[in-house]
Nanobody, 124 residues
């Protein structure tokens, strides 16, 4: 079993930045792709970023491309999401997720392990 714990959420003004982190414990995520998914109130879940096991391939939703950067440090069993140029539309609960495969996809249904989420609130 993999446990994922997110951190780094909070409140920020539009145009600001936040860096989310996700720590994996229990069974390690060796060989797993990782991703970030968000869900805003009243909206569907949105997969926004994924990274393959080696960190060499990243995927982004159009809504965050050029503003968000996903990265990972396998020596620390950690994944990060650097979020820049935040807008109120980025306000959501952000989840870290792990896919038991080396290859990342943008389909949240393919990710078997999820954290509890960290709230990001962007004010105008």
């Amino acid at each position: 079993q993999v446990q994922l714990v997110e951190a780094g959420g909070g409140g920020v003004q539009a145009g600001g930045s936040l860096r989310l982190s996700c720590a994996a414990s229990g069974r390690t995520c060796n060989g797993y792709a990782m991703g970030w998914v968000r869900q805003a109130p009243g909206k569907e879940r949105e997969f926004i970023a994924g990274v393959n096991w080696t960190g060499g391939i990243t995927l982004y939703a159009d809504s965050v491309k050029g503003r968000f950067t996903i990265s990972r440090d396998n020596s620390k069993n950690a994944v990060y999401l650097q979020m820049n140029s935040l807008t109120p539309e980025d306000t959501a609960l952000y989840y870290c997720a792990a896919r038991p495969s080396a290859r990342a996809t943008m389909d949240a249904n393919e990710y078997a392990y999820w954290g509890q989420g960290t709230q990001v609130t962007v004010s105008s």
